[in-house]
């Protein structure tokens, strides 16, 4: 899919269209990710980058990346300990 955009030349920021074309890539990938509409793995493929890089930038922007309940921890403790 291909969308395309008017953007006002004073906000381009000195970047070249392909840069502004990945920054504005990350900042929907992490966003759709943060919203839980894409997984880690396919917000990284939307954003172009590899996994460390996407989770590095989440850590930047205060998005969570791993999103446990109580209850889901409590019933990973559980398994790990009947494991044990």
Do not use: D, H, S, W
């Given at each position: 899919m291909q969308?395309?955009?008017d953007i006002p030349?004073?906000?381009g920021l000195d970047k070249t269209k392909p840069e502004i074309a990945s920054t504005?890539?990350?900042y929907a990938a992490l966003a759709l990710f943060?919203?839980?509409k894409l997984s880690?793995?396919?917000a990284t493929e939307l954003?172009?980058?590899d996994r460390?890089?996407?989770?590095a930038e989440c850590k930047k922007h205060d998005i969570p990346t791993i999103n446990y309940?109580?209850?889901d921890l409590e019933a990973e403790l559980a398994d790990f300990r009947l494991a044990c």
């Open positions: 969308i395309t955009m030349e004073y906000f504005l890539k990350l943060q919203a839980g880690a793995g396919a954003a172009g980058v460390y890089t996407f989770m309940t109580p209850e």
